[in-house]
């Protein structure tokens, strides 16, 4: 590198530390979707660091809404709020004047969700916000296995899927959004029942989408349509049911037989704030359900 | 002050700055791109004492920024990231003295090595969501906000790190 005016220990401690980083990335690396020999070490970090970042949301909550405020001074704010309040009132317009019998199914489960009698919620906040420079759309909540949080839980808001638990400490749990590249979910177009898949693209602002691919080829979603989850199979991490999005752009490629469509979330991923835990369907945790138990 | 003390004084550093990093400047991202704290910590070490010491600070937080919640992502990445920023920083300021311009310039290519390591590592094993496009999407917004965060953050931390041991050896 440099001509050696360093100490020959600095290269030496260089050289360890290195070495140190490359054993723990080989360690995690290798043990992939099972449990690795750091994950005892994360689950410590994560005791220690949970309860400061929960403290450090609400303490500083007031320094945190600044930019909002500033989006909001001048006649814009006005304006944004009509609009957003008009944008709510037809959209909700529009859920209700779709509605049919299959609908009207999918309305009753998010209902059931609403006031918790069918499926247990656990609140929780987000205290936590992983970094575009990590390239995972991950979030921290402030709810763990202490409150009965488990991995491949479904965590919604009043708006709809929001993702599914991952990890959890005592206190905390991460939650991989729907809109993480490494996300692919189960969903039905609320108008025709038909299945497909939702991948997320990784971008967390407003504008960010899910791609829809049917399974049928024959059949094409329809721009306005409403996508709901499915639910998976074997315990696996949706409970189905919940709204996801809208589908507001439909392409075909003649090289593919298939059609994909962009779905827009219902969920501001941006602003996420308050969210719920799925525990428990009519009493059962969600996995005894997938697997009919 | 003994070493331990010391040692504590910079644990508590780094836990607040990762602390900082997730839980507060979240809100004030550009296109998700949160303000990398904890390399303007180990960027400052690498100012006041040098390569070495700049490698173990660059450690110890990369390490913390890798289990902290929610990272997901393998372990050591950022840790590997911060010990080549620290040593490269240390050994560019032992070229030079500390001027204004000069730090900019070493934050900036500090922020540029540290996430292009990163991302490189992530390309490496294959990680979900890293891609050539993305990294280079997410690449200038955080060395444009590491730079602009240098005038606030650097200072109160090359004082914070000269108040715990006088730069005598360095």
């Given at each position: 590198?440099?001509?050696?005016f ?11 530390l ?7 990335i080989t ?31 609400s ?26 309040a008009?944008?709510?009132a037809l ?16 309305v009753a489960?998010?209902?059931r969700l609403?006031d ?7 609140g929780a906040?987000?205290?936590?916000t992983?970094?575009?420079q990590s390239?995972s759309?991950?979030?921290?909540i402030d709810?763990?296995?202490h ?18 638990v991952v990890?959890?400490?005592?206190q ?25 898949f ?17 399974v ?21 991490p ?7 999005g ?11 037989l ?5 779905v827009?979330p219902?969920?501001d ?12 369907v ?7 359900q997938?697997?009919?138990? | ?20 990093q ?27 004492r040098?390569p ?11 390490l ?18 911060f ?8 050994l ?8 204004v311009?000069?730090t900019?310039?070493m ?8 996430t ?18 993305s990294a280079l999407?997410?690449l ?10 240098t005038?606030?953050?650097?200072p ?8 715990l ?6």
């Amino acid at each position: 590198m440099r001509p050696s005016f360093e100490p020959r220990k600095s290269r030496a401690g260089l050289g360890l530390l290195l070495l140190a980083c490359v054993t723990i990335i080989t360690l995690d690396a290798r043990h992939g979707e099972q449990s690795s020999p750091v994950d005892p070490l994360r689950t410590a970090v994560g005791t220690v660091l949970g309860p400061t970042e929960r403290a450090a949301t609400s303490l500083l909550r007031p320094v945190t809404s600044i930019p909002e405020y500033f989006g909001h001074v001048d006649e814009l704010r006005d304006a944004n709020r009509e609009l957003a309040a008009d944008n709510a009132a037809l959209v909700s317009q529009l859920r209700a004047a779709d509605a049919n019998a299959i609908r009207d199914d999918a309305v009753a489960g998010i209902a059931r969700l609403a006031d918790t009698s069918g499926y247990d919620v656990v609140g929780a906040q987000v205290i936590g916000t992983g970094p575009a420079q990590s390239f995972s759309r991950a979030v921290t909540i402030d709810a763990g296995s202490h409150d009965g949080v488990m991995p491949d839980l479904t965590v919604v808001n009043a708006d709809g899927l929001v993702g599914r638990v991952v990890s959890v400490t005592t206190q905390t749990a991460t939650v991989l959004l729907i809109i993480d590249n490494d996300s692919t979910i189960g969903g039905r177009l609320g108008d025709s029942t038909e299945l497909g898949f939702l991948a997320g693209d990784g971008s967390l602002d407003g504008d960010g989408t899910l791609e829809l691919s049917l399974v049928d080829h024959t059949e094409s979603p329809v721009e306005g349509d409403d996508v709901l989850s499915w639910g998976s199979r074997g315990g696996a991490p949706y409970i189905a049911g919940v709204p996801i999005g809208e589908v507001v752009d439909v392409r075909s490629s003649p090289a593919e037989l298939t059609e994909t469509a962009a779905v827009d979330p219902f969920v501001d991923f941006s602003s996420l704030d308050v969210v719920g835990v799925v525990t428990a369907v009519d009493g059962r945790p969600p996995a005894d359900q997938a697997v009919g138990r | 002050m003994t070493t331990y003390v010391r040692g504590a004084i910079i644990a508590v550093l780094i836990v607040a700055t990762v602390t900082l990093q997730v839980s507060v400047f979240s809100h004030f991202s550009i296109n998700g791109v949160v303000p990398d704290l904890a390399l303007l910590v180990v960027i400052a070490a690498a100012l006041v004492r040098g390569p070495n010491y700049a490698a173990l600070v660059g450690f110890a937080a990369g390490l913390v920024l890798d289990l902290a919640p929610p990272a997901d992502h393998t372990a050591g990445r950022w840790a590997l990231s911060f010990v080549l920023v620290g040593y490269l920083t240390g050994l560019a300021k032992a070229d030079s003295d500390t001027t204004v311009p000069g730090t900019l310039l070493m934050v900036a290519a500090g922020a540029f090595i540290g996430t292009s390591v990163f991302a490189l590592t992530g390309l490496v094993l294959r990680e979900p969501g890293v891609d050539v496009a993305s990294a280079l999407e997410v690449l200038p917004v955080a060395v444009g906000y590491d730079v602009l965060l240098t005038p606030l953050v650097i200072p109160l931390v090359l004082l914070l790190f000269r108040r715990l041991e006088p730069a005598e050896r360095w």
